[in-house]
């Protein structure tokens, strides 16, 4: 039985080894992609200096000898207004611009005569009857660049947006937008066939259950999830513990999807035939059976010319386990991103586990004291959903130790990872930065 560092080494390296297609995508439809290209931008944003406020513009140097005891007086010389062109103004003018937020600077883009804003709330101005501002009084020195927006402040030309391997938010949207490109490349979404097996189970939305039988929660939460992770999703069916059936829907799909995940059949029972199915239908198994819980008897093959498969148990959780720690990491390294980094916390209470396999615990995080502390929820049997609903993130208990005491400090990983995550007081050691040794 294979240790789960081992596992996590040959699914990073499997995957590191398939490229998905890039593809170009318009920019506001790209959200969800994972860019296959550095992102660079060929703008300056501000593409000039403009104002801040609404206020005046001037030299920050003519202010120098105002106060509130004595004052200095400016004449109104134009207004200029968001969407109006430069204005040029000849050197020696001693003028104050009226100047609206954003609006562009007077003499931005060479040897700028006007350098800063005051805001209009701190001038005293004398208007016309018509209500044009014709004087400005000032009681302090500007400092130079005073509620200005300098020219490329935000971007300059040539800057990195984003990096190749980043998942695209709409934040990139607006960065992207505000530097006029509109197209991006990136990874196509990797495409999911998920297929159940199992005699005992009943479609989800059958109203009432006969003796014996279950209802398939697996096969909706991998369906239901996949998209969440950038991937598209199809549900194939389940098997009623044919492993003939099973082969020729396995061959059906061979083309069309980049991963297969199965649920069910990978155990020791009489009717655990998916391991011996894939083998006779020309896949490699890379592992059978791993040292977890929940999840010990996960599959992982690989078809040369096909897509690869993940084999997970039919119970929920360890179909949860399955998909959080095998079938996200290697689709981070088929996307070419950077292994996950987990956060740390102190558990609150010792628990018990066996003492050969590393464990995943459903865990309530609380982020409201001092420093970060997890709690190993009741009820961690692989069939009870309840307790997932009240977590909010997965402990990880490593393997050679039966009891976990009060106040260790634990690998975590949220439910719905962020790339990035970061806290002030995360703690590292050799035990916890598994996922980047393993996936480097």
């Known amino acids: 039985m294979m240790n789960y560092s081992e596992a996590l080494k040959i699914i990073c390296e499997t995957g590191s080894k398939r490229v998905l297609a890039p593809v170009r995508r318009s920019v506001m439809d790209s959200v969800g992609f994972v860019l296959s290209q550095d992102c660079m931008g060929n703008e300056a944003v501000p593409a000039f200096d403009n104002s801040a406020m609404d206020g005046f513009a001037l030299h920050a140097q003519w202010t120098q000898s105002a106060s509130s005891i004595r004052p200095q007086r400016f004449q109104v010389a134009q207004c200029i207004t968001a969407g109006d062109a430069i204005q040029l103004v000849e050197s020696g003018t001693t ?27 701190e001038v005293k101005v004398l208007r016309e009857i018509q209500g044009r501002a014709l004087e400005i009084e000032i009681s302090r020195p500007l400092k130079r660049g005073e509620n200005v927006r300098k020219c490329g402040e935000d971007f300059m030309p040539g800057q990195k947006v984003a990096s190749r391997g980043t998942v695209l938010l709409p934040e990139h949207v607006m960065a992207m937008a505000s530097l006029g490109i509109s197209e991006v490349q990136v990874y196509s979404k ?45 549900f194939l069916g389940t098997i009623l513990d044919d492993p003939v059936e099973f082969e020729s829907l396995v061959m059906k799909n061979l083309s069309r999807f980049d991963i297969l995940i199965t649920t069910g059949a990978v155990s020791m029972g009489i009717h655990d035939f998916v391991g011996e199915s894939l083998h006779r239908v020309g896949a490699k198994n890379h592992f059978h059976k791993v040292a977890i819980r929940p ?91 309840s307790p997932l609903l009240a977590s909010n993130a997965w402990a990880v208990l490593s393997e050679g130790t039966a009891e976990v005491q009060a106040g260790s400090n634990l690998e975590l990983y949220p439910l719905y990872p962020k790339d990035d995550f970061t806290r002030e007081n995360i703690q590292t050691d050799s035990t916890t930065k598994l996922h980047a040794e393993c996936c480097s």
């Open 95 to 121: 003028s104050a611009v009226q100047i609206m937020t954003g609006a562009p600077l007077p003499g931005s883009g060479s040897e700028s005569l006007y350098n800063s804003v005051i805001k209009v709330e």
């Open 190 to 234: 990797p495409r999911v066939g998920i297929i159940s097996t199992g005699r005992e189970l009943v479609d989800y939305k059958e109203p009432g259950l006969k003796p014996g039988m279950i209802r398939n929660s697996s096969g909706p939460y991998l369906a239901s999830i996949a998209p969440l992770f950038g991937c598209e999703a199809e």
């Open 295 to 385: 999840g010990k008897p996960v599959l992982f093959a690989e078809f040369n010319d096909g897509p690869v498969v993940f084999g997970a148990p039919g119970n929920p959780i360890s179909t949860s386990v399955c998909w959080r720690f095998f079938v996200v990491p290697y689709l981070r390294a088929i996307s070419k991103r950077s292994p996950e980094s987990p956060f740390f916390g102190k558990l609150s209470k010792s628990v018990s586990k066996p003492e050969d396999l590393r464990c995943f615990f459903k865990a309530k995080v609380d982020f409201s004291k001092e420093k970060i502390e997890v709690e190993c929820l009741k009820g961690q049997a692989s069939f009870m959903v």
